[in-house]
């Protein structure tokens, strides 16, 4: 399966989900605000938050990431790119008055940040196998990586979920993988966090 396929069917995906539960975070198939919150918190600890600092939303869905920052009393200059155009029209809408916020659907148009974040964008998978997808994750990761001068964030279901509980159309991911290929690949200072009360990890990178 072609990455552009497998982009394909995750805007497909992802729109029917905006249609359905409109800009909310079951709209980007989280199950509650609270987790979305907590998945923020996760994220942007890569951040220094002592000064003004850039950063990229990859995946942004409607935007909910610049209501958490602004919420925080942060500056920042926020950048959301999604591969839906309807994700990214309804967060201009929402987010029309944001001075320091730019929305776009086309990844050729991101510019260098201080950071990139990326949150649930490898979860579903949909039809596409394990292999696949794994291949399509080092692939982004990279680009996550190239985007950002001082580190960058992403977050994945972790195979430690029970068997039971999985589902196939979702990727589980090796959290010790993605830790030691972080390491080796791109920098020496990376954390991997599994301590907060959800079946997922978050990988810190900090260059």
């Known amino acids: ?20 539960h409109g ?19 996760q994220l942007s600890k890569v951040c220094d938050v002592s000064a003004s600092f850039s950063i ?18 942060l500056e ?12 990214i029209n309804k ?15 086309d990844t050729s148009n991101l510019s260098i940040a201080d950071y990139t974040v990326a949150s649930g964008i490898f979860n579903v998978k ?5 292999e696949e997808w794994h291949t399509y994750m080092l692939h982004t990761v990279g ?8 580190g960058f964030a992403f977050n994945a279901l972790t195979s430690y979920s029970d068997p039971e509980k999985r589902r196939p159309d979702l990727h589980y991911a090796d959290a010790l ?21 959800l079946y997922e990890f978050t990988i810190l990178v900090k260059k």
């Open 177 to 197: 993988f993605w830790f030691d290929y972080c390491k080796k690949h791109f920098s020496r200072f990376v954390a991997l966090l599994h301590d907060y009360p």
């Open 23 to 41: 800009p909310t975070p079951l709209g980007v198939d989280w199950n509650s605000a609270e987790s979305q919150i907590l998945r923020f918190e």
């Open 1 to 20: 399966m072609s990455l552009n396929h497998i982009m394909r069917s995750v805007e497909d995906y992802y729109a029917a989900k905006l249609r359905e």
């Open 91 to 105: 967060a201009r809408e929402i987010h029309r008055e944001c001075q320091n916020c730019n929305f776009i659907s």
């Open 76 to 87: 920042f200059f926020y950048t959301g790119y999604d591969i839906s155009v309807d994700m």
């Open 126 to 130: 949909l039809q596409t196998s394990d």
């Open 56 to 73: 990229i939303d990859y995946g942004c869905g409607y935007g909910a990431l610049v209501d958490y920052l602004a919420g925080k009393g």
């Open 143 to 150: 680009r996550l990586a190239t985007l950002s001068t001082k």
